[in-house]
C-alpha cells in the first residue's frame, strides 16, 4: 500500500486547508484499510497524532485541534481527508498520513511521505 498526501502550503493565521491522502495498492474487501489517521511532526518535536478516523466513521482528535480540525474518508477511494480551519501558527508542521490493516497474520502500518502546512502569524 502507498499513500500519497497533497494539499499542504502556506496559509496566514486563520486561515484554511484541506489535506488529502489518497492510498493505493489496497483492493478487496480481505484486505481493507482499517483506520487512517493524521500525524504531525514540527521541527525538532515528535510526531503526534492529529485526527484518527476508522472504517465506520468514528472519529478522535487531539484536544489541540477539537473544533477546528475535522477528519473524513471516502472508503470507496481508499481516501482521507482533514479540514483545518482557524488554523494557528503552531499548527506548522509536516503531515502524515498513516493507514493500517488487518490480516490473519497481523497488523500492517503503512507511512506516506508527509505534506508540509506553515501558518504565518
Known amino acids: 500500500v502507498q499513500l500519497q498526501a497533497s494539499g499542504g502550503g502556506l496559509v496566514q493565521a486563520g486561515g484554511s486547508l484541506r489535506l488529502s491522502c489518497a492510498a493505493s495498492?489496497?483492493?478487496?474487501?480481505?484486505?481493507?484499510?482499517?483506520?487512517m489517521a493524521w500525524y504531525r511532526q514540527g521541527s525538532e518535536e515528535e510526531r503526534e497524532l492529529v485526527a484518527t478516523i476508522g472504517m465506520d466513521g468514528t472519529s478522535n482528535y487531539d484536544d489541540s485541534v477539537k473544533g477546528r480540525f475535522i477528519i473524513s474518508r471516502d472508503n470507496a477511494k481508499n481516501t482521507v481527508y482533514l479540514q483545518m480551519n482557524s488554523l494557528k501558527p503552531e499548527d506548522t508542521a509536516v503531515y502524515l498520513c498513516f493507514a493500517d490493516r488487518f490480516f490473519m497474520s497481523g497488523r500492517y502500518q503503512y507511512w506516506g511521505k508527509g505534506t508540509q502546512v506553515t501558518v504565518s502569524s
Open positions: 495498492g489496497a483492493s478487496g474487501t480481505s484486505s481493507s484499510i482499517r483506520n
